[in-house]
């Protein structure tokens, strides 16, 4: 019997994710779970081991850099969600690497599931997809050499790994994927905010962010694990845009100070290494996400998720 027809018949499946404790794996653990499916989670430290296993998922020590854990898991599972990225280095100055590394962890499922049409989803974005316009499901990353395109390329192989018989899709998240904890992007620039006694946008501020809570992102993953075809490209995105002009109105108002236009030229002074995010228009559509996959955001908007305050209860760091 396939995974495909376990899938069919509602029956539970046992599912190796990657990036288990993290921002979005702590959301996808419990989904799974609550769904009857069995998770083996992977934990690099004592703490992710200890929060995985009070989540009720079976505990897998070790890294993306260790191969030969990571094919093991994959061959002792029904499907991988693989969540995991070197985010720490990539955001430190070596993209590259954290891109690379990432490349040596999806050849390794690719090789412990080729032949068995088990589900492999990735995690992976849509920034660059298509500035300026409406990015659908249909765009796909350009790959030009550069180290963003390493991790394009990286996905455009999981979508081949369809002809070696494995349902893989990916699922390209926007890059706000909010909810209360969030210590992403909004929360930088909530910090930013404070630091500069000002919350600011870039040049009119009607470019516009594409977002997703991470209890609706997680219930994309499980169902692009559950019945995604071979070969899929899923958008995670509940909003195809918000404009950061009306996110810094609601981070002023929270925080006491002016919405305020910064000038592009001055973009990376203000935000820091936000400036070279905070000027992106990049909406995105999930309309052939959704209907395939039933597939319903339920819960708040990014505005609405940030007028509940999430964000400025402890001040963040700016970085």
Request: with cysteine; aromatic share 6%; charged share 20%.
């Amino acid at each position: 019997m396939t995974v495909t027809d376990i899938d069919f018949l509602g029956l539970p499946m046992r599912i190796f994710v990657t990036g288990a404790s993290g921002w979005i794996g702590s959301a996808v653990v419990p989904e799974l779970i609550d769904a009857g499916h069995r998770v083996l989670g992977l934990a690099r430290s004592d703490a992710s081991a200890t929060a995985l296993a009070e989540a009720g998922a079976e505990v897998v020590r070790g890294t993306v850099d260790d191969l030969d854990v990571l094919r093991e898991a994959a061959a002792a599972s029904d499907g991988v969600i693989h969540l995991a990225f070197k985010h720490d280095i990539a955001f430190s100055g070596d993209f590259q690497g954290a891109a690379e590394a990432d490349r040596r962890a999806v050849d390794t499922f690719g090789e412990a599931l080729a032949g068995t049409d088990r589900p492999f989803v990735l995690a992976s974005g849509v920034a660059g997809l298509a500035p300026g316009r409406l990015a659908t499901e249909r765009d796909m990353p350009t790959v030009d050499g550069s180290p963003l395109s390493v991790r394009a390329a990286t996905s455009l192989a999981v979508l081949d790994l369809a002809s070696h018989d494995i349902r893989s899709s990916v699922v390209r998240l926007s890059p706000t994927c909010h909810g209360d904890g969030d210590n992403g992007f909004m929360a930088a620039l909530v910090a930013v905010a404070r630091d500069k006694g000002v919350s600011g946008y870039v040049g009119d501020g009607t470019n516009r962010w594409p977002a997703v809570h991470r209890f609706d992102a997680a219930r994309l993953f499980r169902l692009a694990v559950e019945k995604a075809p071979a070969g899929s490209v899923l958008h995670g995105a509940a909003e195809e845009g918000v404009a950061l002009r009306e996110v810094a109105e609601v981070i002023g108002r929270h925080l006491g100070v002016p919405a305020t236009s910064v000038a592009p030229e001055a973009a990376a002074e203000h935000f820091g290494w936000l400036g070279g995010f905070v000027g992106f228009d990049a909406p995105v559509s999930s309309a052939l996400t959704r209907d395939p996959l039933d597939w319903q955001p339920t819960h708040p908007g990014l505005l609405d998720d940030l007028d509940k305050g999430h964000y400025f209860h402890t001040p963040a760091t700016a970085g």
